[in-house]
């Protein structure tokens, strides 16, 4: 097969930062995609309806009309966040999730949720309202080790939350490993997961062995090869709680390279190619449009796209980096040949 078409896929996990940072990314994302899930942990972050609408007019003032992309809004959870506000995101029609950051996991998320508990009333409203808890699933207390910080996440705060709240819908975002493929496949069906690319084709000893890669670091980190092997299996599975998201996290190489570097992968502008190479490496190609076109839809009871993406096997070789401002940003495979290319849109080369 040298040639795939695809339903046009979606993106249910994406960060396009703000100011400089969106006009050097997201037109990757909107030649590509559909539609994408906007994470909102900017700073300060969007935490009500009014946020989210400016910032929604802030990312499409950097696109181009005619690609037809639709940026989804999503809330960024706090202790304080009310039933109010909850019901406000659900009426204005273009917020789609509400994202649980516990407080210190990941980048910007200082004013994330301390204790679940404080969030009892909004995650009860999100039930009440239908609009999905979107969940970065690790625990941050500082004596769990950082590579069983999911797994910890899965027992101690994400099964009691789905029993305390029956009808809530949950993405847990980007999984990293085979106990949680297990645990969301054998979870109620309003519950859900994406993937990454880069936890598809990468594992630890990618980011550690023959020098430490600053740009393979993101969160939740890289796990053992039993891990990806796993993800790869849980996304060809065919099984429609599974499906894209990148979580394309750009950070200027400046940021990354350096003392503390900053969590996070930047793949919009490689991201289809990448998972095409990981469904081709599992021998489920035709697979590949359930996962990016057809079960994110369906989770968050949108329609599918009506129009097409065409892959096409033609060797290409990604630069080893692309401009943002002052700074440059270091795509996923940066500097290596990749056998897919998306026929139309900013490719980064090729
Ligand atoms: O690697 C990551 N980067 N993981 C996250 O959860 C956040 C993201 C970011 O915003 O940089
Ligand atoms: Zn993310």
């Known amino acids: 097969m040298d040639e795939i078409t695809l339903t046009r896929p979606d993106d249910w996990h994406l960060h396009v930062r703000d100011g400089a940072l969106t006009q050097a990314v997201a037109g990757y994302s909107a030649a590509v ?29 950097v696109i181009d009309d005619a690609s037809g992309f639709e940026p989804l809004m999503t809330l960024y959870l706090t202790d304080d966040t009310t039933p109010v506000t909850i019901a406000e995101a659900a009426a204005c029609g273009f917020i ?10 990941t980048t910007n998320s200082d004013a994330g949720v301390t204790d679940l508990a404080r969030c009892h009333d909004a995650l009860a409203a999100m039930a009440e309202h239908g609009l999905p808890l979107l969940v970065h699933g690790e625990v941050t207390a500082p004596d769990v080790d950082v590579f069983d910080r999911e797994a910890a996440f899965l027992e101690e705060r994400l099964a009691p939350l789905l029993e305390r709240h029956p009808s809530l819908r949950v993405v847990l975002e980007h999984v990293t490993t085979a106990r949680a493929t297990e645990f969301v496949r054998h979870g109620p069906s309003r519950l859900a997961a994406t993937i990454t690319a880069h936890h598809l084709l990468l594992n630890r000893n990618d980011m550690l062995v023959g020098g430490i890669r600053p740009h393979h670091y993101c969160l939740p980190v890289l796990k053992r090869e039993r891990d990806r092997a796993a993800l790869l299996e849980a996304a060809t599975s065919g099984n429609p709680k599974f499906f894209l998201g990148t979580d394309s996290a750009p950070h200027p190489r400046g940021a990354k390279v350096a003392d503390c570097g900053c969590a996070g992968v930047f793949s919009a502008a490689t991201a289809m190619p990448a998972y095409a190479e990981a469904f081709e490496a599992a021998g489920a190609l035709d697979r590949l449009e359930g996962f990016a076109s057809h079960f994110g839809p369906d989770f968050y009871g949108l329609a599918r796209n009506t129009d097409s993406l065409t892959l096409r096997r033609h060797p290409w070789s990604v630069p080893n980096a692309l ?13 290596e040949e990749m056998a897919w290319q998306t026929v139309v849109g900013p490719q980064a080369g090729g």
């Open 323 to 335: 401009p943002a401002g002052d700074d440059v940003l270091v795509p996923l495979r940066a500097g």
């Open 33 to 61: 995609f559909g539609r994408a899930i906007i994470m909102p942990n900017l700073k300060p972050p969007v935490t009500d309806v009014a946020a989210a609408r400016a910032y929604r007019d802030r990312i499409r003032g």
């Open 96 to 105: 789609q999730g509400i994202k649980l950051y516990p407080a210190g996991a």
